[in-house]
């Protein structure tokens, strides 16, 4: 299993291993297209090279594929897509570098980390909305591209001492990307959004550059971030106020720089709270906080309350998700083919957004009812024109078979029209 001619030890079921978790992953072929299956095809004798080159110091990593995504907030996002080859091989430098990285991070860094969720930040930050008036909603202009190669290979060479992590890492960071034109960019800094060990190399990279920061400065001030999207709870307008200016300049110091527009003061009213202000809400991790009514439990009166629930963005981008899966022209399935398809979808999306006010889910759900009519109509010659008999049919169909999709089972089988 060990290797005794090479420059560097590298057990080969690490290589099986990272292998394994990056098929569990699935993702897109990059710039050599070719897919997970395709690997396979040849699965030793890939991972024989892998574990071969990496070994003998002769692993240079190919071009990362550059991959254009929407944003929800509008615009574009370029994902560096590596080759599978290279995911693998990413892996398993990521095997060895988390479990020595990760126990340094602070409790209140939630992003791309082991045990830790998205909604661990959103749980945190529901609590502290109720104790600190303001709060200073924070976003880092282009994290992954902008990160400083001579600040982050400082703080990776201070925690790693493996030789051939190291070599690769620095290997990683300066691979070209080819755009989807077929253009190459050589990179002379950033770390490719997209890659496998990009994101435990930001979160070093922001340990540093805000949380440590953070917690030398202003160790009184609770705060919670989840890669380059963060929040600091303050006392009052004044100290978020100081503290946005203070913390524009540690960024700069860093090479780093604030996004103007995503970046402000929020004003947490409730029942407590009162007086006019221009922002009472703000986004974060696809949860909107903001003022809401909120029923008391004692004698069912209403008040105000500043609590999460699923952002109008989220919503969109769900709504698009399943209107882009075409249903209502997916005659040739069968109902039960349909929620094969959605229900790990609806799962998903039920589980995250649906922990806090879940019943503001209730119009994606009601949407996909809708869709399921829609479909109906054009499967079944007796509905077509004839939209009341299809809604009929299939709130009979949710409530005798509950089980068919994911949503039915919590309720939500009596709204089609």
């Known amino acids: 299993m060990h290797a005794t001619n090479k420059p560097f030890n590298i057990d080969k079921r690490l290589v099986y291993e990272a292998y394994k978790a990056v098929k569990s992953n699935?993702?897109?072929?990059?710039?050599d297209e070719q897919s997970i299956e395709q690997f396979e095809a040849d699965l030793s004798g890939n991972l024989y090279k892998i574990w071969n080159r990496m070994s003998s110091g002769t692993?240079?990593?190919p071009p990362v594929r550059a991959v254009s995504i929407p944003k929800k907030s509008g615009g574009e996002r370029i994902l560096g897509v590596p080759t599978v080859a290279d995911r693998v091989a990413q892996m398993v430098v990521k095997q060895v570098i988390e479990p020595i990285l990760d126990p340094i991070f602070?409790?209140?860094?939630c992003g791309y980390r082991p045990n830790k969720s998205a909604l661990d930040a959103v749980e945190a930050t529901r609590k502290r909305c109720w104790k600190h008036d303001w709060v200073l909603e924070f976003d880092i202009k282009g994290l992954f591209d902008n990160i400083d190669h001579e600040l982050l290979l400082?703080?990776?060479?201070k925690h790693i001492t493996c030789k051939w992590a190291l070599l690769y890492i620095e290997r990683w960071l300066k691979a070209s990307m080819v755009k989807e034109d077929g253009t190459t960019i050589e990179r002379s800094r950033g770390t490719p959004q997209g890659g496998v060990v990009s994101p435990i190399l930001a979160n070093l990279f922001m340990h540093y550059t805000f949380d440590l920061w953070m917690a030398r400065t202003h160790p009184d001030l609770p705060w919670c971030r989840y890669a380059d999207d963060g929040l600091v709870h303050c006392r009052t307008e004044r100290e978020a106020e100081a503290l946005k200016a203070e913390l524009q300049v540690r960024l700069a110091d860093c090479r780093l720089e604030m996004h103007p527009t995503k970046t402000k003061i929020v004003y947490c009213r409730d029942r407590n709270r009162k007086g006019k202000h221009p922002n009472v809400k703000f986004d974060f991790l696809g949860y909107c906080f903001r003022p809401r009514p909120v029923r008391n439990s004692r004698d069912n009166s209403l008040?105000?309350?500043?609590?999460?629930?699923?952002?109008?963005?989220a919503m969109k981008a769900m709504r698009q998700t399943i209107r882009d899966l075409n249903l209502r022209r997916q005659t040739q399935l069968s109902l039960q083919e349909i929620a094969r398809m959605i229900n790990p979808l609806l799962r998903g999306w039920i589980a995250y957004y649906g922990r806090y006010a879940p019943s503001a889910l209730y119009p994606l759900l009601r949407y996909v009812?809708?869709?399921?009519?829609?479909?109906?109509?054009?499967?079944?010659?007796?509905?077509?024109?004839?939209?009341?008999?299809?809604s009929q049919f299939l709130q009979r169909l949710a409530?005798?078979?509950v089980d068919i999709f994911v949503h039915w089972q919590i309720g939500?089988?009596?709204v089609f029209a």
């Open 59 to 61: 692993y240079f990593p």
């Open 399 to 401: 409530t005798e078979c």
């Open 412 to 414: 939500m089988t009596g």
């Open 106 to 109: 602070l409790a209140d860094s």
């Open 26 to 31: 699935r993702g897109a072929a990059g710039v």
């Open 303 to 313: 008040f105000c309350g500043f609590n999460p629930a699923v952002s109008s963005s």
């Open 369 to 390: 009812n809708q869709t399921l009519v829609a479909w109906a109509m054009r499967k079944f010659k007796r509905f077509k024109r004839h939209k009341v008999q299809a």
């Open 154 to 157: 400082r703080a990776v060479r």
